[in-house]
């Protein structure tokens, strides 16, 4: 017996689609980056490369970050950002110093080559951004929101190490 009420169907259907959406927009997302590397020349970073810029320099590309933050801040697999890092480091876009008292730690910073292609990714969030507020202003905040709420409803899942008949979603 379904416990959903009739009027909340599709909204229960819209929440349940809502992880794969979300993957097919990363996706989207990853393309949109490929397109604009592509525009200025950049063929030796991927997209996946381009936004892990963001998390080691932030939006100003001023910030230092060490490598266990990068992956905990990142949501990245301890192996998918090790190869992606190493591939920022060897094209010249990352500069990474090792630690003088733990050599197993390092910290990462943006060169100007990483910072340049940072700018372009920046760039195009911001004329994102933009075009939506334009466009659909209004549904943006709610989007957001609702997206929020998933964010932390799988955190919480994530800390208690099983999922939870709580309904705070």
């Known amino acids: 017996m379904n416990d959903i009420p009739l009027s909340s169907e599709s909204e229960a259907q819209a929440a349940q689609d809502l992880p794969r959406l979300i993957e097919r927009m990363h996706r989207r997302y990853l393309d949109v980056v490929r397109i604009e590397l592509s525009k200025h020349n950049y063929h030796d970073i991927s997209p996946v490369q381009a936004v892990m810029l963001g998390t080691i320099g932030g939006t100003s590309g001023a910030e230092e970050i060490s490598v266990r933050d990068l992956i905990e801040r990142g949501y990245y697999l301890g192996s998918n950002a090790s190869y992606n890092l190493k591939g920022l480091v060897d094209g010249g876009y990352v500069d990474r110093q090792t630690s003088a008292r733990d050599k197993r730690s390092a910290q990462l910073k943006l060169s100007e080559k990483g910072l340049k292609v940072l700018s372009i990714v920046v760039a195009l969030n911001k004329a994102t951004a933009e075009s ?38």
């Open 132 to 169: 939506l507020v334009k466009n659909g202003g209004r549904d943006i905040q709610t989007a957001y929101q609702t997206l929020r709420q998933f964010e932390r409803r799988w955190t919480e899942v994530i800390r208690a190490e099983g999922p939870t008949t709580d309904d705070s979603l």
